[in-house]
């Protein structure tokens, strides 16, 4: 797979698939620009070869077409800010605005187009669709890992246009290389800790999992599924009733695999589902019916930062706990200390997208862990050891 590293992009045009799929509060303010961040090196790296730039991205998941609020545009004054140079924009990612300013851009200025996902045919992987966004550009790169897992048509179907110009951004092959270390040639004692709410989000990927680490630490919601299938109290905690099997049958395979599971003994128990709820920490297998367990405890908090400490390389995927309320961060900020401390000795650390990362954002700790992934799904795919369409189709 080449890179970008692999051309120099003077008086070409730069097709650049980017994952600006970012999270907007009320007033569309940017509440956590890491993709965009992680895009720039690559986008700065077209620009310095004297090349232009042609910005194609979706954001949210636009149901009935073109809409203010999944306009890309609330984005411009962000990524101009973020790249040092005047973005330009179109309404439309397709038709004549988009082939205009896309012929009439000059090296060193970008264009950011139009949600892709105001057409129905870039999530059909549509090749009449890929083929209009395949001429607004002479190279294609594709550095959007965050929607690498996605057969969608700007991320993998336009790549059969340029069968000699098509290329991986920074970010895309950081996210790779950085996934390949956790995954194939861990250092260990290699501890993987997973979070969350719900045991089937992650099933193949704890799966996957059972066959590399040494220890695999489960807290957050997820946990309650397998307190509960070993016969524990949990009261009204979050739970998947039709997983107690698959539970325990996990339980069984890492006990046969030598995995070291590890679950947490005790539990924040609140009286309702809020920051300013009643709460006490007791043993998480013992949950009164009408109270239900929002953060791990004090004693599994400690009992993961052990674990953590004593590890060489560390996967974190999922909050310990409802850390979104100050009330039961304690779990997720304990398990950050650790992964932070444990990284400051030599650990390498990768922590999953998402929430996982917006709790390390949160606590001011990104700069202090090995790498901050800007892929969610895309992520627990790759570890799943599933083949991402968006690599594969970067591929010679
Ligand atoms: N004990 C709990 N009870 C209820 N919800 C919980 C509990 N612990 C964590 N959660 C919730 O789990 C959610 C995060 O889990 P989710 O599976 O949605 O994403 P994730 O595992 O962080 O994956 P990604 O990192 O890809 O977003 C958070 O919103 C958090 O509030
Ligand atoms: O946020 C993400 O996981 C990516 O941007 C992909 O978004 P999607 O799940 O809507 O395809």
Redesign the pocket.
């Known amino acids: 797979m080449k890179t970008i590293d692999d051309l120099s992009f003077s008086g070409k045009k730069a097709l650049v698939r980017v ?1 600006f ?1 970012v999270p907007l509060d009320e007033n569309f303010n940017i509440t956590d620009d890491n993709r965009i961040q992680g895009a720039a090196p690559t986008i700065k790296k077209i620009l310095a070869d004297g090349g232009a730039v042609i910005l194609m991205s ?1 954001l ?2 636009p149901k009935e077409g073109p809409t203010d609020k999944y306009s890309l545009k609330h984005i411009v004054g962000h990524l101009s800010q973020v790249l040092g140079v005047d973005v330009q924009f179109a309404n439309d990612c397709i038709g004549e605005e988009a082939i205009e300013k896309s012929a009439s851009l000059k090296g060193g200025e970008v264009l950011l187009l139009e949600n892709l996902r105001f057409y129905k045919e870039e999530e059909k992987g549509d090749v009449g669709f890929a083929e209009k966004l395949a001429k607004l550009g002479d190279v294609y790169v594709n550095d959007a890992f ?2 690498a897992h ?1 057969a969608h048509a700007s991320t993998a179907v336009v790549a059969q246009f340029f069968p000699n110009d098509r290329y991986a951004g920074y970010l895309m092959a950081a996210e790779i290389n950085n996934a390949e270390k956790v995954m194939n040639k861990p250092e260990r004692p290699f501890t993987a800790i997973m979070g969350g709410a719900k045991v089937s989000d992650k099933i193949q990927l704890i799966e996957a999992l059972l066959d590399k680490v040494d220890n695999l630490i489960i807290g957050g919601g997820m946990a309650y599924t397998f307190v509960k299938a070993r016969g524990g109290e949990i009261g009204k905690s979050l739970v998947e009733l039709d997983k107690l099997d698959l539970a325990n049958e996990l339980v069984k395979k890492a006990d046969e695999k030598g995995v070291n599971l590890v679950l947490p003994t005790d539990a924040q128990i609140a009286d309702k589902f809020a920051n300013d709820a009643d709460t006490y920490n007791g043993p998480n297998d013992q949950i009164p019916a009408d109270r239900e367990g929002l953060d791990i405890g004090s004693e599994s908090s400690e009992h993961f930062a052990e674990i953590i400490s004593a590890s060489n390389t560390l996967l974190w995927n999922g909050p310990m706990g409802v850390f979104e309320f100050d009330t039961f961060a304690k779990g997720t900020k304990a398990v950050a200390d650790a992964v932070v401390k444990a990284t400051e000795r030599g650990a390498f650390s990768l922590i999953g ?2 929430d996982s990362a917006a709790a390390v954002s949160k606590f001011g700790m990104t700069e202090h862990v090995s790498y901050v992934s800007t ?4 992520l627990l795919e790759y570890m799943e050891g599933k083949v991402l369409p968006g690599v594969k189709a970067l591929e010679d």
């Open positions: 994952d799929n979706h949210g998941r965050g929607t996605r997208g998402g892929g969610g799904g895309a």
